[in-house]
C-alpha cells in the first residue's frame, strides 16, 4: 500500500510563512508529478502547485509568486513554502501524487489534509 503523510500546517499572521511537506512511503514503483491542492468550506478543491518527477512546475493564479513547490526525489518527498500568506489562503491543503505501485498500475493518491490558517 501507499501513503502520503503531510506535516506543516498550522496558525500564522497574515505576512507570514509555513512550509508544508508530504512523505510517500509504500509499496512504490516509481512517484511521478506530486502536487498540493486546498479547499475551503463551500468552496471546490483547487490546484494550488504541481511539479513533475523531472521538475517543471505550474502555480494557480492565485499562489503564483507566492508559493514555491520543490520535491526531493530521493525521499519521496514533495514540498511547499508558503510566503506572504494571505486569509484568503486559508483552508485545508492536500498533498497528491501520481504513482506507480508496479511497473503496469498508475495511480493518484491523496494525504488526510492539513490546516491552515492565515489571520489578519
Known amino acids: 500500500q501507499v501513503q502520503l503523510v503531510e506535516s506543516g500546517g498550522g496558525l500564522v499572521q497574515a505576512g507570514g510563512s509555513l512550509r508544508l511537506s508530504c512523505a510517500a512511503s509504500?509499496?512504490?514503483?516509481?512517484?511521478?508529478?506530486m502536487g498540493w491542492y486546498r479547499q475551503a468550506p463551500g468552496n471546490q478543491r483547487e490546484l494550488v502547485a504541481r511539479?513533475?518527477?523531472?521538475?517543471?512546475?505550474m502555480y494557480g493564479d492565485s499562489v503564483k509568486g507566492r508559493f514555491t513547490i520543490s520535491r526531493d526525489n530521493a525521499k519521496n518527498t514533495v514540498y511547499l513554502q508558503m510566503d506572504s500568506l494571505k486569509p484568503e489562503d486559508t483552508s485545508v491543503y492536500y498533498c497528491?501524487?501520481?504513482?506507480?505501485?508496479?511497473?503496469?498500475?498508475?495511480?493518484?493518491?491523496w494525504g488526510q489534509g492539513t490546516q491552515v490558517t492565515v489571520s489578519s
Open positions: 497528491n501524487a501520481r504513482i506507480r505501485p508496479s511497473y503496469v498500475v498508475e495511480n493518484d493518491y
Open positions: 511539479i513533475t518527477s523531472g521538475g517543471s512546475t
Open positions: 509504500g509499496n512504490i514503483f516509481r512517484v511521478n508529478a
